[in-house]
């Protein structure tokens, strides 16, 4: 039996028609990865939306050591937009942030044990959640170590970004510009090198039942669909989308431009949306 929600979710996520969204989701017994996919073979999906997997309201907080040289991103999710705005919730989310910052832990469980006045980090949630009435839990953390690394919080704080450098900056504002890029592009990789061989495969899938559906001749279906595979490439690769600040140039164009020597090593996005 298909739900009315993930109907609506999956709607949300691509764009198509209601009906469109029940079939592909009959189709795929269900599963929301697999219809998004048969939508867009169907080339249904009119604007699909690269979402994050964290769907529930929170905080997400990105931040760097004092020497730049340690990032991480921390989102931490509640049940409502009401809770998220909370003081108790917002000093929470600040408390554990500082602990990973004096700390440098490397993983969700490790933030856990951390301690604060003596109480472990997890009680302190267990404590909130007691106060809040609401589910609250950490639902992603991601840290990296660069010989420069920039953040960036959209000033909802529902986006967070990180970005490591091979150097440090001359101008930060080129680094911060970069991390607003990443924001709000969302990109999949650096690059087309870092694209992983499945997601390039699929894509190609993709674009070739999309010409089909087209009814394109069939000796061009794979020129066609190389040629979509480009156009993906570009709009999902950081270094070959099109500046956010100055779309006559790419991101790689503009990074030349500002700093020749300067090179992005690893960038983290992690998203709350509603």
């Known amino acids: 039996m298909i739900s009315t929600s993930d109907i609506v979710k999956l709607r949300a996520l691509t764009n198509a028609g209601l009906m469109d969204c029940k079939n592909a989701l009959i189709e795929a ?46 989102a931490v999710g509640c049940e409502t937009d009401f809770v998220a705005k909370n003081n108790e919730f917002i000093n929470l989310t600040n408390i554990i942030s500082n602990l990973i910052l004096e700390n440098k832990p490397d993983s969700l469980e490790a933030i856990k044990n951390l301690t604060y006045n003596n109480i472990p980090v997890s009680e302190l949630i267990n404590e909130k959640i007691a106060i809040i009435g609401e589910k609250i839990d950490i639902v992603a953390y991601y840290f990296l170590n660069a010989e420069y690394v920039q953040n960036y919080v959209h000033f909802d704080n529902k ?65 066609i669909a190389q040629g979509k595979l480009k156009k993906f490439l570009a709009e999902a690769t950081l270094l070959n989308q099109q500046f956010i600040i100055n779309n006559k140039i790419t ?16 960038f983290y996005r992690c998203a709350i949306s509603d």
């Open 29 to 74: 017994n269900g599963d929301i990865e697999k219809a998004i996919e048969i939508i867009r073979k169907r080339g249904k999906a009119i604007a699909l939306k690269r979402a994050d997997k964290l769907t529930k309201e929170g905080r997400v907080i990105a931040s760097t050591s004092a020497d730049k040289k340690f990032g991480f991103i921390i």
């Open 159 to 223: 986006i967070g970004v990180i970005v490591g450098f091979n150097k440090e900056p001359s101008d930060e504002q080129v680094t911060k510009n970069i991390a607003m890029q990443i924001a709000a592009m969302n990109p999949i990789s650096i690059d087309e090198n870092d694209v992983p061989q499945d997601i390039l495969q699929k894509e190609l899938e993709i674009a070739k039942e999309q010409a089909l559906q087209e009814n394109k001749p069939q000796h061009l279906i794979e020129s």
């Open 251 to 266: 991101v790689k164009q503009y990074l030349q431009n500002s700093d020749k020597d300067l090179k992005i090593t690893k």
